[in-house]
Each structure stands twice: as structure tokens, then as C-alpha cells.
């Protein structure tokens, strides 16, 4: 039998209101047993919440019964008054219940996922969602976690599932009505490449999704002492306190994360790139040290006391221009950290900078490495599928094709293809 | 009272393979059946094999079945179907003679010297303790601790000529109501349909005005290395002819509709959509112009002529009308009208994967009552299902095939887990690891199998044993052959000079690497026969892809080895939602693999399952 759970959903109390969610068979049982009654569904319904004769709280309580609520079970939500003993004693209320015990953390999206409420995607989705800091990184993970690549790989499968019913009535049927066989070869042939070239975009695109959901990266480098670890720290307004590194946190001495108005990007200060023998340090460094190399931007900075820029930085910097006042070339800014004059401009610059390399706008499906790997095994199998020699081949590609879509989103079982196929052709003797 | 090992009932192609099956075990075997002349009937198309179920006969023969040879000894003309679209879907197929059909069947069956063959209609099971006991016929009590049942269409058979309705198993046999019996054995019963064409006079046909369809040059066979010592014809094959329904023709069928037992509402029960009837091809693609319809014989020495495409359930004036709107066809005489019969099935969800029942211990289903459509769909549950019915009375292995094995795993696979929403036929599309599952590899994916089960006989293992050594040295010999772009280039063919130094097994993958020019460049190559050399380099070929599907065949036989209880209650399983707990319900995997096969479960469901799996192989046989 399913156990019940029940579980904190909002924040740790005190605060205004607290939420308790319960899940599972005895949902309403509880809420009988609490509030003596089981209010209509979907609705909020005012009620009080007893437990051994005790009056709990005064709380609004709603009913979603399954299949169609969030879990995918019978789920009630009681929105209580958010004082940590109003929220402790309705916990141990709920919980005494029999079959009722607490959720672990991340089970009612295991729930939802295993009632099939939510695909795998989704559940990605909603993991962003808990971890967004920016505005586009939200919307990103608001997009997959409604479905909205779910939905994208399900009609990429579609379309293979149908390329490959023809395929198959090819194969299967073509000596039962002559007109299978001839229909067939070009219309593929060019839904084929279609798709390949369709595919392609997308796939060049994951990148840009990849970096809304991971962050741009950009490098500040230059010599030594042009205040590259202060200029970092004063872009992202941040406590000096922490640049001194402790052993073991290097990378957060070196990487830190800014909001690009909206867009989440991480600084990358190289003058952290030191060499050392600490073992655990080292490898902190020659990441950050590959992430700086393979940086979107590269910042080169120097000093106004010795205007010279190393490197090839597609921005240049003139740091503590507080100290001296030497000509600006055009195409660099002049800046101080310690002053703060120039940053809002360099803040603009790189905002501007971010969005247009982003399109916050333009949803950005494939953000995951997962997804773009199947997306990319989806589109070598259809190129498979162009070239095949033997027809036999090119179903073979097209079924490793759809089923490349179809682990995106977790999806198992029997492709309908024979359905699609009799939908279709008039088959059989 | 008689004692038998295992009793089938029923002699229609599942019977006849099943009671081969288990009498090649050395199970002392009844094989009670209506007439005398059942064995080997063609109640449908005078025709064997094709496409997907040309695999099945070879398999079927690979086990050491009957089929294929004795089709071999009867044909007609044979042909391999898609021979354009690559070795994996060859579909070996012969135009039959019933009457030839029929002698090489009883001269096969003549050959096990424990099966005896009953005339007698089988009125009930005998069950005791819960367990099968035996079956109580026309001529008395007959018992045996295995009992197959393979009745066909004959429980609870209604045949449908227009509005005429007429109880029968199919024209002039009476229907059985044995179906009431298994009804209350708690089996699942419901209802399918079928049909067939009106039979032609082929004295009335004008053959003169139409186009002529002949078998291969090659004759393709069946049966690899099955010597059948049944006559044979050695007459010469002879063709089929191919004409068309036109628009008149869809006029009149569409004029009359509502005198169709189909579309007048006689009938309701589900018929199969690859095999529909001319009503419902009018109905469902009206616009096409015409509908293709080959006029293929029934025999050497018989005039009638059985044309495909044609199955209905119209009125016998209606076909008559119709069918002389066609081509080559306006002055024909009906022989027998054609028509529609419903009848009863098991749900085969019911079944074990070796075909067992379930509920009654003992009992083995096959054939057409499990849902499925055609003879070699039959032959083929039969086979598994003799083999498991002697495994059962003798205590010996049983034997069960998987998906990864042959299309026979992937029909029982899909049966039992999927049920049949519509008679159930074997399609090439079905097979997901259809470039292994080939009918030119079947006896080295089966033979092996069979043989350790004693169900194939001495002779085919020994020239089986004798073409595997062959095989194995002249896959040796390509092995150790070598050669470079070069080498190739300076032998006149044109491949890519990329450099690579390539064993003679990998070059026949090459289109330029041609058999014949192979032959020149390696004189040695003399000692490997053309169908071998074909054969390998169809190895060669797919090699490549079916290594990369080693490792989805690796993860299915792994979930394969992870056994569910067989009375695994699925409602106190943690985890798994109500709809969940009501599909794996009903399908009732045995294993983790089957179970995440069965439609609509999600992966989460199947992490549920897994506290649930045990190493052990589940016992299968009933
Ligand atoms: C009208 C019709 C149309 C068909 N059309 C097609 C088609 O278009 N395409 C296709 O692929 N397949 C078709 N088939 C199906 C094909 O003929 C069958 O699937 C196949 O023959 C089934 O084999 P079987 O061994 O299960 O049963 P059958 O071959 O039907 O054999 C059943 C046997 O059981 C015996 N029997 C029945 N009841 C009893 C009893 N109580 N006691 C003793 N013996 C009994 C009968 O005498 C018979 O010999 C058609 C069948 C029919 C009847």
C-alpha cells in the first residue's frame, strides 16, 4: 500500500501563512478526521482544525482529487496561520494519522513523476526552477518544467514516428497495394532533410540555452596589479572579506556569479589563477583556469598608471582612473573600483552585452547536456536515415531516431506505428 | 479410458505443430480432431509464409517444426517477398496445393510413432484438483496430465453471409462450445471477427486479358535442411494472375452496404485492419480507384481459384454482381460465396509466456483462439506450446523464446502482455531487433535451442552441424584474407584510398567489393559456396548495427534475469499509482523487462517494481 505523505510546503515559520501539503490515499481521511469534514474540491474552504479535542488553527483548506492534481494522488493543502507551533502541532496532527508519515525531501515530484502527472523534463524543470537566480534563468526553467520541451521532443517524435510508418508500410505491406511502395522513397528523401536541417538549428541553439541555465562566463585578465580581484568584487558588489582564499574554496574566490540584468553570468578573477600544492586547489584552478580559457568574454584590463593591455580582450579596461588621468582610446572604459566611477557604464555594456547573446525573450529549450546529447543522437540517426543503403536501414535509423525524442522526456512502451500505418494505407490482401 | 502424455485437440495448423512438438520429446500424444481430414486444412488462402510470417515458418522449421517442409513438399510456385529492401525483411512465401498440402501432412505426422490421431469432437475438460486431467469426447473419457487446446475459430463460431447467419467453425464444420467451459475456468472470453472471399470457377475466368504473376527463378524454400519424404510434386510451378476492382465495382459495393453483415450491423466484434474486407477497403479509402486482387489457384489437378483481396460478407447475389464488374472476372461462377465469422477468443493475457493457462494447471492455449490470425501464427504458438505441454507431463526443460531470439518471442512477448485489441498478425515492424531476426539466420539462432530440447530430429542436426562447420571455416577464411585500398585498386575495383589495410569479411560491405570480384582477387575463395558467401556477407553488412544494439540487447536480458513473483500482489506495491497497479495487473510481467514493456507504465513504476525482483528465472511452464 502507498503510504500518505505530508510535508511543509512553504517557508520555515514564522511567517505570515504556512502551507502543509498531504499526499496519498489518506489525504482526505485526514482532513475528515481534522476539520470533520471534506470540503468540495478545487475550492478554498474555511475551516477549523481539531486534534484530540484541541483546537488547532483556523486554516483555509483545499481538496484536489487524483489523478488530477499536482501528485497525481488524492492531495489536500491546509494553509494554516504561520506561528511554528500552530505549524508543529498540525504537522504531529497529520502525521499521527495512521499511514501518514512525513515526505522525504523531493517526494511528491517523485510522485507526480511516477503517476506519469510528470515527465522527466518536467522534473529537470522544476530542479531549475528551485535553483534560478536570474529572471531568464526562470522563465527557462518555468518553459521545461510546464512542459514545454517535453512537448518539443514528443512532436520531433511524432514526425519521425510518422516518416517511419511509412517506412515500415514500405517494408511491410509494399507487395499488398503496389501504390505503398512508390509513395514512399522521395517523400522521405526530402521530409529527411527537413528535419536534419531543422534539427541542426536547435541543436546550434543549445548553447545559448546552456547558458542561460549554467551562466555566461567572462575572464578578467590582465598583469599583475591592475586591480582585476577588486574590480571583480566591485561588480559584484560583494564583501572584500571573502577574496582572501581559504584553502578549499578557492573556486568561489575566483568564480563569482553577477546578475547581468536578468541574465546570470560569473566573473572569472584570474588573478585567483595562482600555482599552489594544495591538491584539492589545484584542481579548482585548472577548471577555472579551462573556464577562462573558454570564456565568452574576455575583459583585458590595465591600469591608468600604465596604460599597456596584454592579451586580446574583446573589451578593454582602464582600471584606477581615481590615480591617473591618461587618454582613453575610444573602444575602452575607464573605470575605478575603489571610486566606482565608469561601473554603471560597464555594467550597461555588459548587460547589453548578455542580452544580446541570450535573447532572453526566445524561449531556449535544450538547456540540460542530457537533452542536447539525445537531440544530437536523434539528428546523426536521421542523417543515418538519408544515406541508408537498404530501406531496412533506414527504419532501423528512423527507430533510433524517435527513440532518441522519446528518452527525452522518459517516455518507454510501444511506438504506435502500425496504428499510424493503418490510419493511412489501405493494407492487406 | 486411455492414458496419454499430453492431448491436443484440435488439428488445425497449431494442433498439428503441437502434437509434433511434443511427440519429438517423446511425449505419448492424442491428437483428437473433428473429421479425419483436418490435418492440414487450409481454411484460408491456398498460400504459406510472406512477409514477417515467412520468418516465422523458418523459425518454425529451425526448431525442428513441421511446417515449412511439408509447405515445401506442396508448392506451387514460391517467392521471397521484398527482395529489394534489404536480407532483414526477405519474406519467403509459396502458393500451396491444398490436396498436396494435406498428404505431405499426414505423411509427416505418419512419421512420429507415438502420436495417434482421434475423430472425435472434444465436449469437455476434465479438471481435477484445480489441475487439468484430461478432455471428454464423443468416444469417451481421454486422459493426461497436458492438454493443448487449438479449436481455431470453432468456439462459439457464427458464420455471416449478408443478413444469413449460420453457427460453424468455417463453411461445413460444425462450431464448438467449449468456449462455456473455459468461461467458467475464470479465462477471459471475447469476440473477434474474420472473413474470406467468395471461390472462383477458374474455368470461367478470362486469363486471356490479364497480366500473369510467376514465382521466383531461385524457388526459395523453407525449410533449410528438412528432408521431407512426402511425394513432393515435381511439376512444374505454376502462376498467379493479377487484376483490379474498379469504380463500378466500389459502386455496387457501396449501393448495397447495408446488406453486409459488417456494415448492416450483424456484426460487431472486431475484425483484423491488415486483412479487411472489400466493404471496409470501399469505406475507409473510397477514393483510391482501384484495389489490387491476385487470382491465385488452389491446386494442380483443382479448378477452383481463390482471389485475394476480395473477403466480404455481402450477399451471395451482391458478390456475384460485384465480382463480375471486375476484369477477367464477368462471366465467372461462384463456387462458394465468401463470408464473415465471429468467434470466440481467450484474452492472452491470460497465458504464461510458454503458453500456459494461468489459472488451470495443465492447460496450454494456441492458434487462433489466442487472439492471433493465420496459419503460421498457429503453427508457431503450437510449437511452443506441444514442446511445453510435454515439458510439463515429462518433466522435462521448458522452453521459452524472447524478443532478442525470434519474431515467435516477439508474437508470445506481445500476446501475453499486450492482449489483442484486433486478431493479432506478425509484422516485420514488430521486431525491434529485426536485423538479427532473419529467416536466412534462423537455424543458427534457433537450431541450437531446439536440439537441446530433443525437438529436432537427428537428421536435420547433423546437416545442420555439418552447414555450421562449413559456415565457420569460411567465416575463418574472410577473417584472414586481407587487403589494402591498394591492392583492391590495382585488382581494378574502386574503393576509397583512405589507407586501411581491411579483412575480406569487412570489404563485403563495400557495394565495389562484389562478390564476383572477390572471387577474382582471392581464388581461395572457390571452397565457399554463393549462398554462403551471400550469407556471410549479410553478416558483414549489418554487422555494424547489430553491434550497436549488443548493448540494448544486453540491458533487455538484464532486466530479463530480474524476476517478478508470479503472484506478485501489485496493489500493496509501494509507489505505484491506481493505474499503474491496474495495467501491471492485468498483463502480469514475470520480469522487470516485461513489465516496462507493458504499454503506459512509467519509468517511475518500474523503480517501484525493483525491490520487488529477484534473480532467479521465473518457472514458466503451468
Ligand atoms: C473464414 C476464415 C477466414 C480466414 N481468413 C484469413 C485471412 O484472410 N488471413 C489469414 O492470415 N488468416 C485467415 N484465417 C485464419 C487462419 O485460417 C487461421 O488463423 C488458422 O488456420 C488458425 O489455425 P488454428 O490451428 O488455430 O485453427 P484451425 O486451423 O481453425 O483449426 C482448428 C481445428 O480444431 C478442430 N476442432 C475445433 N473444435 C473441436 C472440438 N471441439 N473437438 C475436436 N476438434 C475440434 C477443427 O476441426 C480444426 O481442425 C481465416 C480463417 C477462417 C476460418
Known sequence: MTDTIAALASGRPPAALAIIRISGPAAFAVVQQLAGRVPPPRRLSLCRLHHDGQLLDEALVAVFPGPASASGEDLAELHLHGGPAVVAGVLDAVTAQPGVRLAEPGEYTRRAFASGRMDLTQVEGLADLVSAETASQRDQALALAGGALGRLADQWRDRCLNVLAEAEAGLDFAEDEADVAERLDE????????????????????????????????????????????????????????????????????????????????????????????PVEAIGIARARARAASADLVISVASAEAPQWTGDGALRLLNKCDLAA??????????????????????????????????????????????RAAF???????????????????????????????????????????????SRFCVGK | MQTHDVIIVGAGHAGCEAAAAAARRGARVALVTLRADDPGTLSCNPAVGGIGKGHLVTEIDALGGIMGRVADAARLQSRLLNRSKGPAVHGPRAQVDRALYRAAMAEVLAELPTLAIITAAVEGLLVERGRVAGVE?????????????????????????????????????????????????????????????????????????????????????????????????????????????????????RDHLGESALYGGH????????????????????????????????????????????????????????????????????????????????????????????????????????????????????????????????????????RTQAYIGVMIDDLTLHGVAEPYRMFTSRAEYRLRLRADNADQRLTPLGQAL???????????????????????????????????????????????????????????????????????????????????????????????????????????ALALPADLDFAQVAGLSKEMIERLSRARPLTLGAASRVAGITPAALIALLPHTSRNKPTLAA
Open chain 1, 187 to 278: 517523400a522521405a528523401r526530402d521530409q529527411l532533410a527537413d528535419m536534419a536541417d531543422e534539427l541542426a538549428a536547435l541543436i546550434a541553439d543549445s548553447a545559448r540555452a546552456m547558458r542561460i541555465r549554467d551562466g555566461l562566463t567572462i575572464a578578467v585578465t590582465g598583469p599583475p596589479n591592475v586591480g582585476k580581484s577588486s574590480l571583480v568584487n566591485a561588480l559584484a558588489m560583494r564583501d572584500v572579506a571573502i577574496v582572501t582564499a581559504i584553502p578549499g574554496t578557492t573556486r568561489d574566490a575566483i568564480e563569482v556569479p553577477i546578475d547581468l540584468n536578468g541574465v546570470a553570468a560569473v566573473l572569472i578573477d584570474t588573478a585567483g589563477l595562482r600555482d599552489t600544492d594544495d
Open chain 1, 326 to 371: 591618461p587618454d582613453v582610446p575610444p573602444d575602452v572604459l575607464a573605470v575605478s573600483a575603489t571610486t566606482g566611477a565608469g561601473l554603471p557604464a560597464l555594467r550597461d555594456w555588459l548587460s547589453h552585452w548578455a542580452h544580446n547573446l541570450i535573447r532572453p525573450g526566445e524561449p531556449a529549450l535544450l538547456s540540460h547536456a542530457r537533452h
Open chain 2, 267 to 402: 456484426i460487431d466484434s472486431v475484425g483484423p485492419r491488415y486483412c479487411p474486407s472489400i466493404e471496409d477497403k470501399v469505406v475507409r479509402f473510397g477514393d483510391r480507384d482501384g484495389h489490387q486482387i491476385f487470382l491465385e489457384p488452389e491446386g494442380y489437378d483443382d479448378i477452383t481459384i481463390y482471389p485475394n483481396g476480395l473477403s466480404t460478407s455481402l450477399p451471395l447475389h451482391v458478390q456475384e454482381k460485384f465480382i463480375r464488374s471486375i476484369k477477367g472476372l464477368e462471366q465467372v461462377v461462384i463456387l462458394r460465396p465468401g463470408y464473415a465469422i465471429e468467434y470466440d477468443h481467450v484474452d492472452p493475457r491470460a497465458l504464461t509466456p510458454g503458453l500456459g493457462a494461468r489459472a488451470v494447471p495443465g492447460l496450454f492455449l494456441a492458434g487462433q483462439i489466442n487472439g492471433t490470425t493465420g496459419y503460421e501464427e498457429a503453427a508457431a504458438q503450437g510449437l511452443v506450446a506441444g514442446a511445453n505441454a510435454a515439458a510439463l507431463a515429462l518433466n522435462l526443460p521448458a522452453l521459452t523464446i524472447d
Open chain 2, 454 to 560: 530433443g525437438l529436432v530430429p537427428p537428421a536435420q542436426a547433423d546437416a545442420f552441424a555439418a552447414a555450421q562447420a562449413e559456415r565457420d571455416a569460411a567465416r575463418a577464411l574472410l577473417d584472414t584474407l586481407t587487403a589494402t585500398p591498394h591492392q583492391l585498386a590495382s585488382h581494378g575495383i574502386e574503393v576509397r584510398q583512405d589507407g586501411q589495410s581491411r579483412s575480406l569479411f569487412d570489404w563485403l560491405r563495400f557495394p565495389a567489393v562484389t562478390h564476383a570480384a572477390a572471387r577474382r582477387v582471392w581464388p581461395e575463395l572457390a571452397s565457399i559456396s554463393d549462398d554462403l558467401l551471400a550469407s556471410l556477407a549479410v553478416d558483414a553488412n549489418y554487422a555494424a548495427y547489430i553491434a550497436r544494439q549488443e548493448a540494448e540487447v544486453a540491458a533487455l536480458r538484464r532486466d530479463e
Open chain 2, 137 to 253: 469426447t464423443s468416444v469417451g473419457r481421454l486422459s493426461a496430465p497436458a492438454v493443448v487446446l487449438t479449436t481455431g475459430t470453432f468456439l462459439g463460431g457464427v458464420m455471416h453471409i449478408g443478413s444469413q447467419r449460420e453457427a460453424g467453425g468455417r463453411v461445413g464444420a460444425q462450431a464448438s462450445d467449449l468456449g462455456a467451459a473455459l468461461r467458467a475456468m475464470g479465462l477471459p472470453v471475447s469476440r473477434l471477427k474474420t472473413g474470406t472471399p467468395a471461390r472462383l470457377d477458374g474455368r470461367s475466368i478470362d486469363w486471356s486479358v490479364l497480366e500473369w504473376q510467376y514465382g521466383d527463378g531461385d524457388d526459395p524454400r523453407f525449410s533449410r535442411f528438412g528432408i521431407c519424404s512426402a511425394a513432393g510434386n515435381g511439376r512444374p510451378p505454376i502462376p498467379c494472375a493479377i487484376t483490379r476492382t474498379n469504380a463500378e465495382t466500389h459502386r455496387i459495393i
Open chain 1, 376 to 422: 544530437a543522437d536523434a539528428e546523426s540517426a536521421l542523417g543515418d536515415a538519408a544515406m541508408a543503403s537498404e530501406p531496412v536501414l533506414r527504419a532501423e535509423a528512423l527507430r533510433a531516431a524517435a527513440h532518441a525524442f522519446g528518452r527525452i522526456a522518459g517516455r518507454v512502451g510501444v511506438d504506435d506505428v502500425l496504428d499510424r500505418i493503418f
